[in-house]
């Protein structure tokens, strides 16, 4: 995983978390799923009840998509790594870009 925001506190909780994650789901050993999990929950917030009805749903989903489509399209964009309509802390959804390689600067274009 390539998060460069992490330092060493933070990827302490990560741990603790896909440790916990890991637990809850009885796995023998902490798994990948389990780290990006953590990762979640620590940069997006935890999970909340799905209380939205389909259409809100819906909308959320069209949302999502025109963030990935934009991404998609464009060349210099970052790859979209996950996209989720599953509510996180404040956010309805949400659609993750993830660079290839660590970059410490990025073009105004």
């Given at each position: ?38 990762v979640d929950k620590i940069v997006l917030g ?22 990935s489509l934009v991404a998609w399209l464009l060349p210099e964009a ?32």
């Open positions: 995983m390539n998060h460069g925001c992490w330092n060493e506190a933070p990827s302490v909780l990560g741990f603790r978390e896909a440790a916990l994650i890991a637990a809850r789901h009885s796995h023998a050993q902490v798994q990948k799923v389990d780290f990006e999990a953590a935890s999970e909340w009840p799905l209380l939205l009805d389909p259409r809100e749903r819906r909308v959320v989903a069209y949302h999502e998509s025109g963030h970052d790859p979209v790594h996950k996209v989720s309509i599953i509510p996180h802390g404040r956010a309805l959804g949400v659609t993750e870009q993830m660079p290839g390689e660590d970059r410490y600067n990025y073009s105004m274009s």
